[in-house]
């Protein structure tokens, strides 16, 4: 082990400034998208990209058969998350039928790539998007609602669904490792997190039949994490990224250090 050397520290630190900007912007234009889908308010939104953009056309020849490269990509990120072991400390968190839960999608290409469109019944649920860049965004409605779980009790009217907060962003970043090994990708990553509507919710008490005796309410009205990542990290065990994206969430929530714990036997 070494000290840096000053142009290695400076250099470090563009490149945490670069990598803050750009998942930024990338988070914010696909909060536009999702606002121009009329998915509502209360949102999850992930956005991981290379960092920097090494080849802004990485995926351009693929994405020219969108529909069926975009299948097979989203399936086998699937694939991943269900492989998620008992004895992982993120087992607690995602959910065993980890999938794109919705009754059709809508593929189309646009400007920067392709999309999947998510549908439940007539209602827009959720967007998935690679760009040709290799970046993937994705957009979920209704992470945090309001929902009457528990009688007389105030506190659980507006909920975060964790579980599928948790899985849906494992998610994001297990299609990135597709897009990552397929293209060949080889780097770090940018990866941001946004949670809207978040003011004052309490966490989901239903996965694993766990109850919290005292929930705590969230203080703020969004949650933002940007944090980096290798694509080595992305194509193994995801707990040590989801714990950078999730820890600061859960440890106000009530939920202690859900992610550096491992399950206990029974």
Known sequence: MRALSDPEVVRLHRLR??????????????RRSAAALDLGPSTLTVAIAPIPVIRHELVRDELADGNRWLGEVTNAAQDRVRRIGDDSPLAPLVMQNASFPFSSRNGYATPNGYVFRYNSREDSYAFLEVAESGAVSLVVRD?????????????????INQYEAATFTALALAVFAEVAERSGFRGIVGVGL????????????????????RPVPYPDDHYQRVTSATSVELDGDLTAVMDRLYGRLLRPLGLDDMLRQRPTES
């Open 143 to 159: 992470v945090t609602a309001a929902a009457a779980i528990g009688r007389d009790r105030p506190e659980y009217e507006k909920v």
């Open 194 to 213: 946004r949670l809207d509507g978040m003011l004052t919710v309490t966490p989901m008490r239903e996965q694993s039949h766990r109850i919290w005796d």
């Open 17 to 30: 400034d670069v990598t803050e900007d750009s998942i930024l912007d990338d988070l914010d234009r696909a």
